[in-house]
Each structure stands twice: as structure tokens, then as C-alpha cells.
């Protein structure tokens, strides 16, 4: 070992090829990542969406009319709060159906989503 240094590491083919290996896995794991976070966000909208219609359901069948805002059933007691639209990230986007008919039996009759874009299925959000 006399006059030899002795070099320790890694070479540059071996790195590159590491971080092919790498970016290899990646490009495969991001793609079925991204796709979960759309699928968990659909999901919420499905639930959120039911959780409002039954609030709504619960405040007609004991108060006889519709509420007049979402903000209604906050104050009466049937939801905690307004639910976040996932796809819109915000409480304030919810598109209010009027009940059909007579505009004396409440203003909403249903919520949807304010949210543009469609769903893998192809459906639209608005329309959920």
C-alpha cells in the first residue's frame, strides 16, 4: 500500500444508474398517487354532498319548509358547519337548488357542486 492512495466512493456510472433506477419507480408509483388523492377527493364530495342532503331532509321534515340559506342548518343545529367542497377547497362554492314550485316552502331544496371539471367517469360535478 506504499504510494498507493486508495480512493473510496462511488463512480458516475453508478449513480446514473441509481437515478435511473429511481426516476424508473417514479415515473410508475406518481402517476397511481396522483389518481388516489382524485378518488379520496370524489369520495369526500359523494359523502359531504349526502351529509348536507340529509340535514336538509331532517330540517324539512321538522320545520315544514326548506331552509332559506345552507347557513341555516348551521344555526339550527343540523350540521356543525358547512362541509369544505373538496374539488373547490372551500365552503363557499355550494350551488343551492330551489325547491320546485312555490318560492314560500324555502330556498334550498338541494346543493351541488361549484366545481368545474368532470369525474373519471366522465360526469360532470356540478351535476352530483
Given at each position: ?7 473510496t466512493g462511488f463512480?458516475?456510472i453508478?449513480?446514473?444508474v441509481?437515478?435511473?433506477i429511481?426516476a ?5 408509483a ?6 388516489s388523492?382524485?378518488?379520496a377527493?370524489q369520495?369526500?364530495l ?9 340535514a336538509i331532509?331532517?330540517f ?8 332559506e340559506?345552507?347557513?341555516d ?12 367542497d373538496?374539488?373547490t377547497?372551500?365552503a ?20 351541488r357542486?361549484?366545481a ?5 367517469l ?7
Amino acid at each position: 500500500m506504499t504510494g498507493r492512495l486508495l480512493r473510496t466512493g462511488f463512480t458516475l456510472i453508478e449513480l446514473l444508474v441509481v437515478m435511473a433506477i429511481i426516476a424508473t419507480l417514479l415515473s410508475i408509483a406518481a402517476p397511481r398517487y396522483i389518481r388516489s388523492i382524485d378518488d379520496a377527493r370524489q369520495a369526500v364530495l359523494k359523502s359531504n354532498l349526502a351529509q348536507m342532503r340529509e340535514a336538509i331532509d331532517h330540517f324539512h321534515a321538522d320545520r315544514g319548509s326548506y331552509p332559506e340559506v345552507l347557513s341555516d342548518l348551521v344555526e339550527k343545529n343540523y350540521l356543525r358547519s358547512i362541509p369544505i367542497d373538496p374539488m373547490t377547497e372551500s365552503a363557499q362554492t355550494w350551488q343551492v337548488l330551489p325547491a320546485p314550485g312555490d318560492d314560500a316552502n324555502g330556498s334550498v331544496y338541494d346543493v351541488r357542486s361549484g366545481a368545474t371539471g368532470t369525474s373519471r367517469l366522465g360526469e360532470a360535478y356540478a351535476n352530483w
